[in-house]
């Protein structure tokens, strides 16, 4: 699929430091690793904890979603949490709005109960 969204869990329970050098640190770094696989094919980038949004639509510029992924950090997020069904719900938005199909890949720490039982609902 050459159009991906990528959900990325921003929330407190992301700067745990089981994995080096966090929890967060360590998503980021997956995502380098994903863009660079991904080169030349669009991507975008959705944040979530406690309520979500859309960082980067879809694009081609790999170094623009890395930018803006480095500076993410709990603090900047309204609200803790985890809003995964909201974050989906978006990126069917933003994928319908640009009229095509793509792919939807989640980077988190843990689903909350509350929010697989929505998604499970969604179906």
């Not at 309204?78 to 990126?91: F, N």
């Not at 938005?93 to 609902?121: F, M």
Request: proline share 4%; hydrophobic share 45%.
């Amino acid at each position: 699929m050459t159009h991906a969204i990528v959900l990325l869990k921003v929330s407190g329970t992301m700067l745990g430091t089981d994995v080096q050098p966090s929890r967060l640190g360590r998503a980021k770094h997956k995502l380098r690793d994903l863009l660079q696989a991904r080169e030349g094919l669009s991507t975008g980038l959705i944040v979530y904890s406690g309520s979500a949004h859309l960082v980067m639509p879809l694009t081609r510029d790999d170094r623009i979603v890395t930018a803006m992924a480095e500076d993410l950090t709990p603090e900047l997020m309204p609200v803790d949490g985890d809003a995964l069904a909201e974050a989906l719900t978006l990126a069917e938005s933003v994928l319908e709005r640009a009229g095509v199909a793509g792919s939807v890949l989640v980077i988190a720490d843990s689903v909350a109960p509350a929010q697989a039982a929505a998604l499970r609902s969604q179906g």
